[in-house]
Nanobody
């Protein structure tokens, strides 16, 4: 079973809102750092938001601070990215990632298949 499956991407108008979902399978959300990344046309894949396990605060790329919010529901094995005030430049394929490090050792590193978000009038 694929550990991470994203959904929710679609066409949305500038200024609109959208919530992406990442369904997590067979991974413990209490130990994995969950993050969202995006890759726009002709661009590198960049980190958008990161949520460490437990009660550690999330971090965001400067370009999305104040507009995007990452969250998780451990009981439902879900991770979300709430996106508000969307701009044309938010157009990208959005990927969910789960990573678990113990010191310098990578214990697990998984990516979803991506979901397309297009912001256009």
């Amino acid at each position: 079973q694929v550990p991470l499956v994203e959904s929710g991407g679609r066409l949305v108008q500038p200024g609109g809102s959208l919530t992406l979902s990442c369904a997590v399978s067979n991974l413990d959300l209490n130990i994995y750092t969950m993050s969202w990344h995006r890759q726009g046309p002709g661009k590198e894949r960049d980190l958008v938001a990161s949520l460490p396990p437990k009660d550690i605060s999330p971090t965001y790329a400067e370009s999305v601070k104040g507009r995007f919010a990452i969250s998780r529901d451990v009981a439902k094995d879900m991770v979300y990215l709430q996106m508000n005030s969307l701009k044309d430049e938010d157009t990208a394929v959005y990927y969910c990632r789960a990573r678990w490090d113990v010191g310098t050792i990578v214990m697990g590193d998984y990516w979803g298949q991506g979901t397309q978000v297009t912001v256009s009038a």
